[in-house]
């Protein structure tokens, strides 16, 4: 079986292939390790292999992950998980980016609660690209209004858009659904300069991380390449 070590290694040089063949600059696209329901050890001998971003979707078990490797310095640590109105305060306080912000009251919240002691919270849209029931997110419509708003909260630093693609659709919709969040990041870069650098496309995982890049991913979110399966519940990464 492979080392969590080599598999870093092997998502790494998938990610700088498909970043030079899209002609983009090279190190464009940050890796975000997908390590929920991983044990710390884990995330150590990732972190232990060069890599710095993990991505959590369940809020206790991030912040007891949290606690075992407080002596370890330079892991940034992102919310990538459905948001109850419940935790934002914790999430403010623990995590240095939130990629799935769907709903004003929860950017509120987070912008409250954000500690000033610490920069100010960078988070991105999760956007519902192919309106599906099941899924978290704001719709397209919604952006503009939600962008606007956002706009006017202190401690929030908005920096893009996040979706998760239905990926059992076919691999050509699949490609328009990320065209369609790129080019509707553009639009809104275009017509609200104010709201800051909006920089950031968090899409992609381990079997489509090479199709996101080519259509503007800046992180893919890369779980079970870098782990390992893990249960069949716990299957979206």
Same mark, same amino acid.
């Given at each position: 079986?492979?080392?969590? /070590?080599?598999?870093?290694?092997?998502?790494?040089?998938?990610?700088?292939?498909?970043? %030079?063949?899209?002609?983009?600059?090279? #190190?464009?696209?940050?890796?975000?390790?997908?390590?929920?329901?991983?044990?710390?050890?884990?995330?150590?001998?990732?972190?232990?292999?060069?890599?710095?971003?993990?991505? =959590?979707?369940? !809020?206790?078990?991030? %912040?007891?992950?949290?606690?075992?490797?407080?002596?370890?310095?330079?892991?940034?640590?992102?919310?990538?998980?459905?948001?109850?109105?419940?935790?934002?305060?914790?999430? /403010?306080?623990?995590?240095?980016?939130?990629?799935?912000?769907?709903? %004003?009251?929860?950017?509120?919240?987070?912008?409250?609660?954000?500690?000033?002691? %610490?920069?100010?919270?960078?988070?991105?849209?999760?956007?519902?690209?192919?309106?599906?029931?099941?899924?978290?997110?704001?719709?397209?419509?919604?952006?503009?209004? !939600?962008?606007?708003?956002? #706009?006017? &909260?202190?401690? $929030?630093? &908005?920096?893009? &858009?996040?979706?998760? *693609?239905? *990926?059992?659709?076919?691999?050509?919709? $699949?490609?328009?659904?990320?065209?369609?969040?790129?080019?509707? $990041?553009?639009?809104?870069?275009?017509?609200?300069? =104010?709201?800051?650098?909006?920089?950031?496309?968090?899409?992609?995982?381990?079997?489509? &991380?090479?199709?996101?890049? /080519? =259509?503007?991913?800046?992180?893919?979110?890369?779980?079970?390449? !870098?782990?390992? /399966?893990?249960?069949?519940?716990?299957?979206?990464?």
């Amino acid at each position: 079986m492979s080392s969590i /070590a080599d598999n870093i290694g092997s998502v790494t040089r998938r990610i700088q292939k498909a970043t %030079l063949q899209a002609g983009r600059e090279p #190190g464009s696209v940050r890796l975000l390790a997908v390590s929920k329901t991983r044990p710390a050890e884990d995330l150590k001998a990732a972190f232990e292999a060069g890599q710095i971003a993990f991505g =959590e979707n369940y !809020l206790q078990e991030a %912040l007891d992950k949290m606690q075992a490797l407080s002596g370890i310095e330079g892991i940034e640590w992102h919310f990538i998980g459905p948001i109850q109105s419940n935790k934002t305060r914790q999430i /403010a306080e623990a995590f240095a980016w939130v990629h799935s912000v769907d709903r %004003l009251k929860i950017a509120r919240r987070l912008s409250e609660q954000r500690p000033e002691t %610490l920069p100010p919270l960078n988070i991105c849209l999760q956007v519902n690209i192919n309106n599906e029931d099941s899924k978290s997110g704001c719709t397209l419509d919604e952006l503009d209004e !939600l962008l606007e708003a956002i #706009g006017e &909260l202190p401690n $929030l630093r &908005l920096r893009g &858009l996040m979706a998760i *693609p239905d *990926p059992d659709q076919p691999e050509a919709e $699949l490609r328009l659904s990320f065209r369609k969040l790129a080019s509707t $990041l553009t639009k809104l870069r275009q017509d609200h300069p =104010e709201a800051g650098p909006l920089d950031t496309l968090s899409m992609g995982m381990s079997d489509d &991380l090479e199709m996101a890049i /080519a =259509e503007g991913a800046t992180w893919v979110r890369v779980g079970t390449a !870098l782990f390992g /399966a893990r249960p069949a519940k716990h299957s979206q990464s």
